[in-house]
């Protein structure tokens, strides 16, 4: 089946506006993540959600930042008031869930988020 | 808190040898660790996967060890290709037992035809 697929792929936008970034796990998958990554830099974990569990928002930078997934499926992750220091690439990923080899992750391509 | 550590200058090496990349940790003895393999403008591909109690994991030309002693991995491509060059990106699982995997910030690769 199709892997991890994120949309859109780049995304320019004006500090202080909205945006919106979709991710579509592969079927199947009960967990999803979305990590941060500027150029150059390692993946920052964002949130994660797992099943029908609450998510976990530990790596949110920001009351700006929240995500949700509906339906166990598709996740939106929603940056409010963007800032400059938002440009990055946002990637998300998918695991059949949790322990041992269940929690190998499937990413997408990312989003390339710049904020002028 | 648990730290994940990669050299951060990049390796570069000519066609033919062995690289070995680096992966040392601190503050936590975690379950598994697993390798990816990073192109730019891409998202992390998975490699390999080595638990606790295992040593040594080989798929193909790739071998990791994971020495829970020294909390060391080491990864290794042997008859290294220029295809091979990319930024490789150990994982861990985080130590609040959520599976969530920690990533060090990886290491670029390079190889010399």
């Known amino acids: 089946g199709a892997g991890v697929s994120q949309s859109p792929s780049n995304k320019v936008t004006e500090k202080g506006k909205d945006v919106e970034l979709r991710c579509d796990p592969i079927s199947g998958h009960t967990a999803l993540y979305w990590y941060r990554q500027s150029l150059g830099q390692g993946l920052e974990f964002l949130i994660y959600?797992?099943?029908?569990?609450?998510?976990?928002k530990s790596g949110l930078p920001s009351d700006r930042f929240s995500a949700e997934r509906t339906g166990g499926s598709v996740s939106t992750l929603t940056i409010q008031r963007t800032q400059q220091e938002d440009s990055a690439v946002y990637l998300c990923?998918?695991?059949?869930?949790?322990?041992?080899?269940?929690?190998?992750?499937?990413f997408g391509a990312g989003t390339r988020l710049s904020v002028l | 808190s648990q730290k994940i550590e990669q050299n951060s200058e990049a390796l570069n090496i000519q066609e033919g040898k062995t690289a070995t990349l680096t992966c040392n940790y601190t503050n936590y003895s975690p379950a598994y660790l697993q390798w990816y393999r990073q192109d730019p403008g891409r998202g992390p591909v998975f490699l390999l996967l080595?638990?606790?109690?295992?040593k040594e994991k080989r798929k193909e030309r790739l071998k990791v060890t994971f020495d829970t002693t020294l909390k060391q991995s080491l990864f290794h491509i042997t008859a290294s290709q220029p295809a091979d060059s990319a930024t490789y990106l150990c994982a861990l699982d985080g130590e609040d037992s959520s599976y969530k995997l920690i990533f060090g910030s990886g290491t670029r690769l390079l190889v010399r035809p």
């Open positions: 990923a998918s695991s059949l869930g949790r322990g041992g080899g269940k929690n190998i992750q499937y």
């Open positions: 080595i638990r606790e109690n295992e």
């Open positions: 959600f797992q099943g029908n569990s609450a998510p976990d």
